[in-house]
Structure formats: C-alpha cells, structure tokens
C-alpha cells in the first residue's frame, strides 16, 4: 500500500487493516488485493549496513536493522527468523549443534547447523526407560559442551534423596558448569528482554507479524535433534517400531505447549517449518507412515483450538498435495518453498490458501524487470480467484532493489 494511502490512519488502524487482510484471503474470502508477506533473514543485516555477527551479539542493532527494513518495505505482514539466540549464551554453553557469525564462520555469512546423532540406535529403551534421565545424563552433554560433567552422575531414577547427588555436584569439574550455565541463563535473559519487545514495537507502529506461535512435526523434531538425519532414516529401514514409538512420545507433548503459548499471543497464527516431509527426503509409503499422521493430527488440533496453522513446507511437495486437501477448508495457510507453485494451484485453488515462492536466486540474481515478471504471472496464475499470498524463501542475499520490485509489482498488480 503507498504511503499516500496510509498518511490519515492510524498505526492501529493499520494494523487492523493488515492482519484482517491477511485473516480474509487465508478464510479463502474475496479481498481487494494480493497480500504481501515479507520474510527477512540475513537481508536485514546487509540492507542496514551491520555485520550478520550483530544478530547475535548486539539485539538493538539488530532490531533496528529488521525495524528500519519493515518501515521501509512497508510489507502487510513480516517475520524475522533468524538471530534469536545470544551468541554470548552459546559461546558459554559450547553449543555443539551450531555455527554462527562471529563463531566458527564468518561474521559476514550466516549460521550452519551442524548435523549430530545425540541419541545412538541402540538407545531407544534407554530413553523410553527414563527421558528426564537420559535428556540430562546423555542427550544434552552431547549436544553441549558444557553439561559434559554431567554425563557422569548416576542414573536419576531409583533416588530417594539428594545426600548422594549433592556429592556429586560437589566435584570439581561442576563449579565451572554452574557459572557458565548461570552466566548464559543471564545473557539469555538479557537478549531475550531486548528482541522480546520486537513484536509488541511492530504492532504499535501497525505491522502484524506472519505468525508468532510455533509447532513441529515429530518426524522433524526426531530427525533434527535427536537421531539425527542419517539416523532417523536408516531407522525407518532397520527399527521402525522403536522409530515410530519416539514419535508417539514426541506427539504426545505437543499439543499443550502449543495451547498455552496462544493464550498469551495476540496473533493466533502457527508457523511449522516442515524439514523433512517433502519429496526429496522419503517416497510415498514412508511419508503415510512416519510423517504425515503426525502432521495431520497438529494441524487438525490447532484448528480445533481456533488457531490458523502456517506449514512452511520446505523443498519441494509437488507428490503430496493432494493429501493437503484433508485439512479444513480455508483454515490453514500453506507456505511453499520449491513446489510448483501453478500445480499447489491447481489442486488446492478454493479449499485452501497458499503461500509463495518467488526465489531467492531471483531477488540475489535477477533484474528488476525479471523479478517483476514473475511476481506478475504468479498473481495472474496463483492469484486468480484469491487464497494467494505474494512471499519467498526468508532472505539472506538479495539486492535492496529487486526486494523492493517484488512489493510493488505486488501492490500494481495484485489489484482485484
């Protein structure tokens, strides 16, 4: 929308008018035009002249950096998904799982995670056996370097009191466990106070964000933290029902933590980042099996709960759309990442609203007029009829000027 248009209302009114549109085309009802969904990664850092070290290590830098660019693009809604954990916190706890700006990459590139296998294939019973026991004793010293120590405890379970642990702790090799975990625990809090303020800031100068609730589906969830990838997959093959008990257990906890987080969030959206579910990762009968009951059954509780879940579905899923058509009409948001976006079209055009995809190559790559063109045939294919939001890959790398072609080609021709 032109800032000429916006000059007499207000930031709440604003707002309103945003988050109804964007509520509006996910409803599949008729609106006056294609809603523009900005998705800012790394792009802040360089589009405000700062280090992407600073989404770690300075919050107020980088707030403003993603503040400055929502002010500028002016976008319906927004989200920042990178950046949300203090780099101090992490250098304290010796993350294992990660590599960011400033700590073992560049400060000028982004983060990597890095690939563990914290739970081995021979320790299924162990962790059915006790979590808590097995997530402090096992999991969580592999994943930092900082809870090493206590790898060293006896088992939690069968205690009938603290005497024997209090000796424990009181080995040596605990007191510098304790201070860099109470050191993180404040720099934790510190960041959090600082970048926790960040929705709240934009809801006051009239920008909703895309989703400020979260879920996962367990396959995910086993697959990026706790197998592993590689292990995961190979448990499908070697010991499916351990697999698929895991990923009972990880459903099982699902559900409530989700409820109580919307209790708190004015925004009832829920955003769910889909890793391994598309048609790269697992065929067909896999995907029934492991991963879509899971994924069904979320989004069909949220729905029930009256919140509007927003599955990012990451590479491509041009084999699995016809199975998006079981959840509720116009209820759910489908962000695509690499599916053909005509296809999702095709299939789910008036049952459900979908999300997407110009790509990042184009706005790092591309000309303007390029970027233009293929916002205007996605508007003219995936808009016609409405249930159609204009978004791409969170970005990284991007020229300012190719960011800005795609928010106005949307606002020229996304007109209904």
């Not at 927004?78 to 990459?105: D, R």
């Not at 990597?112 to 997530?135: C, G, H, R, V, W």
């Not at 600082?194 to 006051?204: I, L, N, P, R, V």
């Not at 409530?256 to 925004?267: I, K």
Request: aromatic share 12%; proline share 6%; charged share 25%.
């Amino acid at each position: 929308m032109p800032k000429s248009a916006n000059a007499n209302k207000s930031p709440e009114e604003l707002y309103q008018e945003r988050d109804q549109l964007f509520t509006d085309v996910i409803a599949l009802k008729p609106v006056a035009r294609v809603p523009m969904a900005l998705r800012l990664g790394y792009f802040t850092a360089k589009y405000a002249g700062i280090t992407t070290q600073d989404a770690f290590y300075d919050a107020e830098k980088w707030k403003k950096a993603n503040r400055d660019a929502i002010l500028d693009y002016q976008p319906d809604v927004y989200s920042t998904s990178t950046g949300t954990e203090s780099g101090e916190a992490l250098e304290l706890l010796q993350a294992k799982n990660i590599k960011w700006p400033g700590h073992g990459v560049s400060p000028y590139h982004t983060h990597q995670s890095i690939e563990l296998e914290p739970m081995k294939d021979n320790e299924y019973e162990a962790y059915f056996a006790d979590p808590s026991d097995f997530t402090v004793r096992t999991f969580l010293p592999r994943v930092y370097g900082v809870m090493e120590p206590f790898a060293k405890l006896s088992p939690l379970s069968g205690s009938t009191g603290l005497i024997g642990y209090v000796a424990q702790l009181a080995r040596p090799e605990f007191a510098p466990a304790y201070a860099a975990i109470r050191k993180a625990g404040e720099a934790t809090a510190k960041w959090q106070a600082s970048m926790g303020g960040f929705s709240e800031e934009m809801t006051k100068l009239g920008y909703p964000p895309i989703s400020s609730l979260a879920a996962m589906v367990p396959f995910d969830t086993v697959s990026d933290g706790w197998r592993g990838m590689r292990g995961t997959m190979m448990d499908m093959y070697k010991q499916p029902d351990k697999l698929m008990r895991l990923l009972e257990t990880m459903m099982s906890r699902q559900g409530d933590r989700t409820a109580m987080m919307a209790r708190r969030s004015r925004t009832k959206r829920v955003f769910m980042a889909l890793h391994r579910g598309s048609d790269g990762f697992m065929n067909l009968k896999q995907f029934e099996k492991f991963y879509w009951p899971h994924f069904k059954k979320i989004v069909l509780n949220l729905v029930d709960q009256g919140l509007t879940p927003v599955p990012f579905l990451e590479g491509i899923w041009d084999q699995r759309l016809e199975y998006l058509l079981e959840f509720p009409k116009g209820k759910v948001l489908c962000h695509f990442a690499q599916t053909d976006m005509f296809k999702a079209k095709e299939v789910l055009r008036d049952h459900l609203c979908i999300m997407g995809n110009v790509p990042s190559s184009l706005l790092q790559f591309g000309s303007v007029s390029e970027v233009q063109d293929y916002c205007k045939k996605l508007i003219d294919v995936c808009g016609k009829g409405g249930g159609f939001v204009m978004t791409h890959m969170p970005i990284d790398e991007a020229k300012p000027e190719n960011v800005r072609a795609m928010v106005d080609a949307t606002r020229k021709y996304g007109k209904y």
